[in-house]
């Protein structure tokens, strides 16, 4: 059954934010959707699908149609996760 994405105007960085010890591919079945993941911001549309390694990611609906998705999460080893971004670190 698909999940109706978080309402309106709320932030995408924030909104319904979280990370799981899963492989997710989420697919968009019908509206859209704008996707936070690893700092930053997609517009995720009708037939897409994304695919993420136990990411932190939210996302939110900005429009006033309504967004529905269909995910499957897949155990992953958390091991196997990305590591944080370095970039601008001092050496």
Do not use: I, K, W
């Not at 897949?74 to 370095?86: E, F, K, Y």
């Amino acid at each position: 059954m698909p999940s109706e994405c978080d309402a309106v105007g709320a932030s995408a960085e924030t909104s319904g934010a979280h990370t799981t010890d899963t492989m997710e591919h989420t697919r968009v079945v019908s509206g859209e959707f704008a996707l936070a993941m690893a700092g930053t911001e997609t517009e995720s549309r009708e037939g897409d699908v994304v695919v993420q390694n136990g990411t932190p990611h939210g996302g939110v609906n900005r429009s006033y149609q309504p967004c529905a998705t269909s995910a499957v999460q897949v155990p992953a080893d958390p091991a196997t996760r990305p590591l944080p971004s370095t970039a601008g670190s001092p050496s």
